[in-house]
């Protein structure tokens, strides 16, 4: 049985009523609990192991150019979401989550194995290139496996958590993201100085496989769809439904189109320019400029962490609300960079620039977690997997060229912040003036 263009209505239909199958509530806090706690275990395990692989090519190296090529690389697999979130809706999520942690754990052991014993020991730093390429490979394959993860988990959300709480739970899971990447680097630089590179990459090897221990005990509704095609021909099949129902949906479309347009005029703004106003236009000490970056994860937790808050005074069709808000923080943010704020002096501008962005970040966060449990919504089960690897892929691909964009401009402008963040500003107010008309109902 082929799902072509012309079942997309019936699967819609069909399986829109079906995100949640009813069971007694304690079945979603046990299993919503249990997700969280192993994206805990993975995520704090994958970011300690991305962050001391990336100390070693730098102490290996000393060349940037090499480290950002291995990060590159290591986001190319982004572009294989697709094949994920088909996969995620023709198998046992659960089971698909436990597996990927496992295999996660049986590349890092391969790691230790080829890596740490013989006559190649990559904890030496003579290793040279077979080390760089080695930490590549593993970075490549991990890059893979969580393309497969992301929107698995995303697709899990609506199967373990009541529909009136799907904002929170997105919350949560979005907060723990931002947490690990707090805590791991922190952590882990502490380590890597005391122990060196085997022990946490042992580590992250143990939190794989206790991830995927923790995940066995998830309980969620599974629903096998028929297939008599080839597995491969139906991921295709399916990959294609689901691109062709992002595409027809008007409100989805839509949707993906806004995180689009953020990821690639504004996120790029704190990406890119908050460490090189503070590192370069405030001249911040390395202290000052580990508090500054902890305050941008801050402020995204926050954001997160008061999503259901928020949630029930949010619409869709006055989303441009928050837009309109975050314009109007970036003006005394913009006035703050400009030589008439460097009167008073170092703190007092460092203090009053992170009261404008620390709830600009907040909206950001609320606006990216409603629109993808929006998506989650009127997304049919059958397709949800597909559809949140969608939106993940076009959101994320278009990052890096905004990533390039803001690059080249703060070149230019890094000693004269104010004029970039009050361009940022008017464009802000576009995008909402623009998403007013887009998202109308």
């Known amino acids: 049985m082929n799902i072509g263009e012309n079942n997309i209505v019936e699967i819609a239909e ?29 995520l704090f395990g994958s970011s300690l192991l991305r962050f001391v692989l ?14 950002a090529g291995l990060i590159a690389i290591s986001t190319l697999p982004t572009l294989l979401s697709p094949i994920g979130g088909a996969i995620a809706d023709r198998v046992n999520r659960r089971n698909l989550m436990v597996a990927i ?12 194995i080829i890596g740490f014993s013989g006559h190649v020991s990559i904890a030496s730093i003579d290793v040279g290139m077979v080390g760089i390429v080695m930490v590549g490979v593993v970075m490549v394959l991990l890059g893979i496996t969580s393309a497969m993860e992301m929107p698995t988990v995303m697709a899990c959300v609506p199967a373990v958590a009541p529909k009136d709480k799907f904002e929170q739970a997105n919350g949560i899971i979005n907060a723990v993201s931002s947490l690990a990447q707090i805590i791991a680097p922190v952590l882990g630089g502490v380590l890597f100085s005391v122990f060196g590179l085997k022990p946490l990459v042992i580590f992250s090897c143990i939190a794989f496989f206790l991830a995927s221990f923790i995940e066995l005990f998830i309980r969620m509704p599974f629903v096998k ?30 949707c993906m189109i806004l995180a689009a347009v953020l ?38 937790i926050l954001g997160a962490l008061s999503m259901g808050l928020v949630a029930k005074k949010m619409q869709m069709n006055t989303l441009y609300h928050q837009v309109l808000w975050i314009a109007a923080l ?20 460092f203090v009053l620039f992170f009261l404008c962005v620390i709830p600009i970040l907040m909206m950001v966060v609320w606006i990216s977690i409603f629109v993808i449990t929006y998506v989650q919504r009127q997304t049919p089960d059958a397709l949800l997997g597909k559809v949140m690897a969608i939106l993940m892929m076009v959101s994320q691909c278009v990052a890096p060229i905004g990533q390039l964009i803001y690059g080249a401009v703060l070149e230019k402008f890094s000693m004269t912040m104010y004029i970039p963040t009050a361009m940022i500003a008017v464009v802000t107010v576009i995008i909402a003036i623009c998403g007013r008309n887009l998202l109308k109902l």
Do not use: C, W
């Open 330 to 349: 970036l003006i005394p943010a913009s006035i703050i960079l400009s030589p008439v704020a460097k009167a008073l002096g170092y703190f007092p501008e």
């Open 263 to 300: 990821n690639l005029f504004m996120t790029p703004y704190f990406i890119v320019g908050i460490p090189v106003i503070l590192r370069i236009t405030m001249h911040s000490s390395d202290t000052m400029y580990g508090i500054g970056m902890a305050a941008v994860e801050f402020g995204m």
């Open 14 to 42: 069909s399986d829109s009523v079906n995100h949640n199958i009813p069971e007694p509530q304690n079945h979603y806090n046990n299993s919503f609990k249990l997700l969280v706690i192993g994206q805990i275990v993975t």
């Open 101 to 112: 942690d496992f295999v996660n754990g049986l590349i890092v052991l391969g790691f230790i």
């Open 54 to 67: 990336s100390l070693y090519v730098l102490d290996l190296t000393g060349r940037a150019d090499i480290f």
């Open 225 to 254: 769809r028929p297939q008599t095609k080839h597995m491969i021909l139906t991921i295709f099949d399916d990959m294609k439904d689901g691109f062709q129902f992002a595409i027809k949906e008007p409100m989805i479309r839509k």
